[in-house]
């Protein structure tokens, strides 16, 4: 019998940026977003036949990446298309672009409504107020930081749960 279940690939934020950006994101995008630690996300998708095998993929794409920089800019939106506020990646675009392309081979399948944009969500499904103070208060930010490693969550159990912290070039 073949299950299939979500796989999420991140980069967390390292302190002390993690507590500034959680307190942000609580201020602007409201108590759902509590639980959920500052991240970049790389792959939110499906996974084929064996979580085993789409873990090793994981493991084996963030062996052969080294650390890189990340700095994350001022606040944009993707409305009309979509109610979220956003830091974009100034600096390390390419490198998340490149992750998630590697990531996407074999045991891992990506569906989303969206194509694939490497941000930090600050707000999202939240008043069009909240949304427009997000985006007004965090227009000069400029926050930068090391990508060493990423974090591996999965839906097993019905809800995301952490499975697993990676090292970059490891």
């Given amino acids: 019998m073949v299950f299939e279940y979500t796989l999420g690939v991140v980069i967390p934020?390292?302190?002390?940026?993690?507590?500034?950006?959680r307190a942000w994101r609580q201020e602007y995008g409201g108590e759902a977003t509590a639980p959920i630690a500052p991240h970049i996300t790389l792959v939110s998708g499906s996974y084929l036949n064996s979580w085993e095998k789409a873990a090793a993929q994981?493991?084996?794409v963030a062996?052969?990446?080294q650390p890189f920089g990340?700095?994350?800019g001022a606040a944009q939106t993707f409305r009309p298309a979509s109610d979220v506020v956003f830091l974009p990646l100034?600096?390390?675009a390419d490198e998340c672009w490149a992750l998630h392309r590697a990531l996407l081979g074999d045991a891992l399948r990506h569906e989303s409504a969206f194509a694939y944009h490497p941000h930090l969500t600050i707000a999202q499904n939240v008043p069009a107020e909240q949304?427009?103070?997000?985006?007004a208060a965090l227009a000069g930010t400029?926050?930068?930081f090391t990508a060493?490693?990423?974090?591996?969550?999965d839906t097993r159990g019905g809800e995301w749960n952490f499975s697993e912290d990676i090292e970059l070039g490891s």
Avoid: C, K, N, Y
């Fill in 63 to 65: 062996a052969a990446v």
């Fill in 131 to 135: 949304l427009d103070a997000a985006q």
């Fill in 90 to 92: 100034d600096t390390g």
């Fill in 142 to 144: 400029r926050l930068s």
């Fill in 70 to 72: 990340i700095e994350l």
């Fill in 58 to 60: 994981v493991r084996r």
């Fill in 13 to 21: 934020v390292p302190q002390p940026h993690r507590e500034t950006l």
């Fill in 148 to 153: 060493d490693r990423i974090q591996l969550f």
